[in-house]
């Protein structure tokens, strides 16, 4: 069951390539939150109760219920419908995507350590990757908060890859880190758009001291 969600994830990544609409966007980052849920549900046995409750509530409630809620609420409030900023064409993120997975693939066999879980490093490395082209290939300020989230689901699930055991403190680290992140991020977005009527980062070319 746990090969299917991490198939799963690893075909979001390639609809992230392929949409252009906002609310798509929203809708996967979701469902990979959904997916990470499973991802822990079905592969952690071997950790404390009160560590696994907590996981399960992060990925459950923080990934696929309140950060999604909150950027549809940022993408609502500043009328994001379409991104279209991108010069890239469609076929060459894929082919990205796909790159990514073939060379996570092979890192993960070249390391060949007992500690790595090939599943979870493979998927994990290639969603931090995609994570950076997304922002680098996007011009909008909401589209780089989604590509920083794909880079945090990438390492929520890389940190599956080097083993069971998830200290306390690390779950901690990563939830603070989301959550701080994506209101001062969506804060900053919401005044952009207000000032500019834009979320583009060009806009911000315009900013004088």
């Not at 609310?23 to 560590?51: A, R, Y």
């Not at 939830?175 to 992140?181: A, E, I, T």
């Amino acid at each position: 069951m746990t090969y299917l969600f991490i198939i799963l994830y690893a075909i979001t990544l390639i609809y992230f390539a392929l949409s252009e609409r906002v609310k798509k966007f929203v809708w996967l980052l979701c469902m990979q939150g959904f997916m990470l849920f499973g991802i822990v549900f079905f592969s952690l046995h071997k950790i404390e109760i009160f560590d696994f409750i907590f996981i399960l509530t992060e990925t459950i409630l923080v990934k696929s219920l309140i950060v999604p809620w909150f950027l549809n609420k940022v993408r609502k409030h500043n009328q994001l419908k379409r991104i279209q900023e991108t010069s890239v064409p469609v076929f060459f993120s894929i082919i990205v995507v796909v790159l990514s997975l073939i060379f996570s693939f092979f890192l993960s066999n070249f390391l060949n350590s007992n500690q790595i879980h090939t599943k979870y490093f493979t998927v994990a490395f290639a969603s931090i990757i995609f994570g950076i082209y997304f922002i680098i290939i996007h011009k909008n300020i909401f589209s780089h908060v989604v590509g920083y989230l794909i880079i945090e689901n990438g390492t929520f699930l890389l940190s599956l890859a080097v083993g069971s055991v998830m200290p306390m403190m690390v779950n901690l680290a990563i939830l603070l880190d989301v959550l701080m992140g994506v209101l001062v991020l969506g804060v900053f977005i919401n005044r952009i758009g207000d000032a500019f009527e834009s979320t583009k980062i060009d806009q911000l070319s315009s900013l004088k001291d």
